[in-house]
């Protein structure tokens, strides 16, 4: 059974800081391109950051200079290091895997953050 579980969610104020895990079970994490996605409030999901199997990282115009995208193998776990945080940051965050390989991609149930004062 696959699983990619996130945490690290909450409420921060503007110009604070969170950071983000997703965990995976279930599947080859070293073959997967991991990424973060996210959901704001009344919007379509849309990509934040992605990290391939080469540590190659691609970033939303948005969020460059301020997330940070990175993967441990070793441990199945992606994390989003959010920096500077404004209010528009605010959504629910998803952990993606998508395998090239065989065309599989799964989700997390994602996890709610909140920027506000």
């Known amino acids: 059974q696959v699983q990619l579980v996130e945490s690290g969610g909450g409420l921060v104020q503007p110009g604070g800081s969170l950071r983000l895990s997703c965990v995976a079970s279930?599947?080859?994490?070293?073959?997967?391109?991991m990424g973060w996605y996210r959901q704001p409030p009344g919007n379509q999901r849309e990509l934040v950051a992605l990290?391939?199997?080469?540590?190659?990282?691609n970033y939303r115009d948005s969020v460059k200079g301020r997330f940070t995208i990175s993967r441990d193998n070793a441990k199945k776990t992606v994390y989003l290091q959010m920096n500077n945080l404004k209010p528009e940051d605010s959504a629910v965050y998803y952990c993606?895997?998508?395998?090239?390989?065989?065309?599989?991609?799964?989700w997390g149930q994602g996890t709610q953050v909140t920027v506000s004062s």
């Open positions: 993606n895997a998508f395998n090239h390989f065989s065309g599989r991609e799964y």
């Open positions: 990290v391939s199997l080469t540590d190659i990282t």
């Open positions: 279930g599947i080859n994490f070293n073959a997967n391109r």
